[in-house]
């Protein structure tokens, strides 16, 4: 089972900031926060991931909290080519263990 | 980033014929790749862990006859769906990490697969 709560869905809009919120309040101490993100008919696509420091790539950025039992990935100019289903994944640093996906949140970038 | 390759991207076969599902990682070299199946307005779902040069597990309710995996070489992974039913038409992704790489792991294009 995932180990993560998300909304089921937010709308943006195009140009402003996206923030995704992630509940992982029973992650253990060698589990990370991974976030992919789904387009309609495509495979899950990496976006980011951390342990505990904030993280920021040239797509997003990851706020974890202290306690890291809550994230925010952050899409700091939304476009419309973001609309996908975003989802939230703990798991440890584990080669051979797969990645749980819950529900996901539907982010919906509108014009 | 490492690339994951699935093909074909889509398929359609006749109830009873057999398909096979390519997976393949391009510039690493995986002992394990992750076979799910994604149903519509669904998340994915782990239906196999595929390890180089052994038997595939299987999930609980995954029949293992049914959905044939062979994970014969590093760097190809392929999923055979034996005796395609109608129930069986899904979005089929594999997943792979680069062992010397970081902890992501990177997910095929998909292979939408319709039995009819």
């Known amino acids: 089972d995932a180990k993560t709560t998300q909304p089921p869905s937010m709308d943006c809009a195009e140009g402003r900031a996206a923030n995704l919120p992630c509940n992982h309040s029973?992650?253990?101490?060698?589990?990370?926060v991974y976030w992919y993100r789904q387009i309609h008919s495509q495979g899950p696509q990496y976006i980011i991931h951390?342990?505990?420091n904030n993280e920021t790539n040239e797509m997003a950025s990851l706020i974890i909290t202290e306690d890291r039992k809550s994230s925010t990935l952050i899409l700091p100019h939304a476009t419309l080519r973001d609309t996908a289903v975003y989802y939230c994944?703990?798991?440890?640093?584990?080669?051979?263990?797969?990645?749980?996906f819950g529900p996901g949140t539907r982010l919906s970038v509108l014009p | 980033g490492a690339v994951v390759s699935q093909h074909p991207s889509r398929v359609i076969c006749k109830s009873g014929t057999s398909v096979k599902i390519e997976c393949r990682s391009l510039?690493?070299?995986?002992?394990?790749m992750f076979w799910y199946r994604q149903f519509p307005k669904q998340s994915l779902m782990l239906m196999a862990t595929?390890?180089?040069?052994?038997?595939?597990?299987?999930e609980q309710g995954v029949e293992k006859d049914k959905f044939l995996i062979n994970h014969a070489s590093l760097t190809l992974s392929t999923l055979t769906v034996t005796s395609a039913h109608p129930e069986d038409s899904s979005f089929y992704i594999c997943?792979?990490?680069?062992?010397?790489?970081?902890?992501?792991?990177?997910f095929g294009q998909g292979t939408r697969l319709t039995v009819v």
């Open positions: 997943s792979a990490r680069d062992p010397g790489g970081n902890t992501e792991a990177f």
């Open positions: 029973t992650i253990s101490g060698n589990e990370y």
């Open positions: 951390g342990l505990k």
């Open positions: 994944i703990v798991r440890p640093d584990n080669y051979g263990q797969n990645f749980v």
């Open positions: 510039d690493f070299q995986a002992t394990t």
């Open positions: 595929s390890n180089e040069g052994s038997k595939a597990t299987y």
